[in-house]
């Protein structure tokens, strides 16, 4: 058995058996941060911050909402909104939160992207980030069905239907995740336990590796500098001035937490001023499995990928066109995973010092708004042309990304500066 | 050596044993979200077509969607490939869910026509498309005959018949 000297203290008997001493340097005041960052790197902090109140704000949810095709409806709209103490506050923080973690991962996503920090050792960091991307999605769409309101049901509808398509056993697998032949009470309590248990506890894990992802290759920075982290920690603790990074605790977290309040005023505005948005009309009537809505959209932060799936509206050749958007939508489902492979120049830097990533990044960026827009608007006349366009776009920027950086990576001999 | 071996011949059988068991836990997890016998046998209905009042649409439901009945009047023309025909009546049974993007079209009696209000589709009376966007005719469901009413959800030889001819 260990050896366990007399304790003088409480702080120091706990060290005797858990090492708390060690576990903060390795976790916090040994952990280091490159100096020469700027706001986006607090992105991070802000989603997990963000998925922190939406577990939150759903325990409060979760003591009154019912999981019953019968009574869901109601304890959502009737029971949470008018007669809970606060349940409206809850509920808006629920779906604000929801949406705007959207916009926050968007972010996070395009600053990787625009300071290629998902190559030279970091792509195991995108990777993991892709895989909690997925994770919010399944989350985002299994808590939209819970309100039981039309729109929960067509999108359940429509999104458990996609899975028709797969060849052969398409048919039977979307009877098989609804439980029943149509969208029903079995389909609602499964997803209620996926929303609630599996998923969050796969996202906390998720979380957690991708933390971890970080901890080898550490943080990007502005100019994509390769630091030397050994040896800028020898100097930071001679003397904290002269070293290229800081300590994640307490030094860096100062200002991480100023970015998280900015962000926290914005988000309580938007809680109690301007919570329209999470909230579609349409869900407020009640589900009814024989009356479609005139326009089925998912929220704003699926949009760009339902355009890309409804995008090609006609037959090409042997190929119907409900095919083609099937294909064209596993497609922009896959394709960023790959990401750190589809760049092959070795050049970390911001995007706006590589030759043709520069033009790559802003026209993408304009592409999935473009698709986010028409997403949203029926796919009639012009639009329907616009939203073929776009989709089309879409895959041939992902096609010639290869293609320009392998010519970057020729034409800046040495790759990085 | 012997201890060697010993400890291989443990690693196979921990091998083995948590195969079989991966294997059966995940054949259990698969059954647990098949649908409930209920549901199963709630998948067909049966109805007699023999009250309904020729030209005069009939909806019921069935798995969830609303299914057209419709008896022909004399002036509607046979289409082999879709009516039911049973004694001397012929019938139009559809899935009533415009192929088009799902919304419920109606019936017009004196037109003759399925209109969809959504985008404007249109369908004759065998429920065929004729007009707007829809790209194939209403589907339909499954079916066996048995006298005067037929079961939704069973596959007859008249359903398998009307599958070769579309
Ligand atoms: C919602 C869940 C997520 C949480 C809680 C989270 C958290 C974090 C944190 C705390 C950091 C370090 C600070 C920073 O650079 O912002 C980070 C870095 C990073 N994350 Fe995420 N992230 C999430 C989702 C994603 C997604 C969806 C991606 C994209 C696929 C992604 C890709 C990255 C990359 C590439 C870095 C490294 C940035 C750099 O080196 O400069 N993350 N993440
Ligand atoms: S849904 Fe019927 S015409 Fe579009």
Partial sequence: ?417 | MADKSRRAFMGKVLGATAGVGAVASLYAMKRTWDPLPSVISAGFTTVDLSPLEAGKLSVIKWRGKPVFLLKHTSDITTDEARDIVIGEDRYTVVIGLCTHLGCIPEWRENDKIFHCACHGGQYDPHARQTFGPPPRPLDIPPFSISGKTITLGDEGPEYKKMLTMA
């Fill in chain 1, 1 to 417: 058995m260990a050896h366990f000297p007399k304790a003088h203290g409480v702080g120091e008997w706990l060290d005797h058996r858990l090492n708390i001493t060690a576990l903060k340097k390795v976790m916090m005041t040994e952990y280091w941060i490159p100096k020469d960052i700027n706001f986006l790197w607090a992105m991070g902090m802000i989603l997990a911050f963000t998925f922190k109140i939406l577990l939150i704000s759903g325990i409060f949810l979760l003591m009154y909402y019912k999981p019953d095709v019968n009574a869901a409806f109601d304890s959502v709209n009737y029971t949470i909104m008018q007669e809970v103490g606060y349940g409206w506050l809850f509920r808006h923080i629920h779906a604000v939160g929801a949406s705007v973690i959207f916009l926050v991962i968007y972010i996070h996503m395009f600053t990787g992207i625009y300071y290629g920090s998902y190559k030279k050792g970091r792509e195991m960091i995108w990777l993991s980030g892709m895989l909690l991307l997925i994770l919010f999605s399944a989350e985002a769409f299994s808590g939209y069905m819970l309100p039981w309101g039309q729109m929960s049901y067509w999108a359940a509808y429509v999104i458990t239907n996609i899975f028709g398509g797969i060849p052969l056993i398409g048919d039977e697998l979307v009877v098989w995740i609804r439980g029943n032949f149509y969208v029903a009470d079995a389909t609602l309590t499964r997803f209620f336990m996926l929303h609630v248990l599996l998923v969050p506890l796969a996202i906390m894990g998720g979380i957690a590796f991708h933390f971890y992802t970080l901890r080898i290759p550490h943080v990007n920075n502005q100019t994509g500098e390769d630091i030397d982290f050994g040896k800028e920690a020898e100097k930071y603790k001679e003397n904290p001035k002269r070293s290229k990074i800081i300590p994640f605790w307490p030094v860096f977290m100062a200002k991480d937490v100023f970015v998280l309040s900015v962000f926290l005023l914005f988000f309580f505005y938007l809680v109690f001023y301007n919570y329209g948005f999470a909230m579609d009309p349409v869900n407020f009537d009640p589900a009814n499995g024989l009356k479609t809505p005139a326009h089925i959209y998912p929220e704003w932060y699926f949009l760009w990928s339902y355009e890309v799936l409804r995008g090609f509206f006609f037959d090409i050749g042997p190929l119907k066109a409900a095919d083609i958007g099937l294909l064209a939508f596993g497609f922009a489902q896959a394709i960023l995973l790959f990401m750190p492979w589809l760049d092959r120049s070795p050049t970390v830097a911001p995007a706006n010092q590589r030759p043709y990533f520069r033009y790559w990044f802003w026209i993408m960026i304009v592409v999935l708004i473009v698709l986010t827009i028409y997403g949203k608007l029926p796919p009639t006349g012009t639009n329907a042309w616009i939203g073929f366009a776009s989709s089309i776009a879409f895959i041939v920027m992902f096609a010639i990304l290869p293609v320009i950086t392998e010519k970057e990576a020729r034409t800046v001999a040495g790759g990085k500066k």
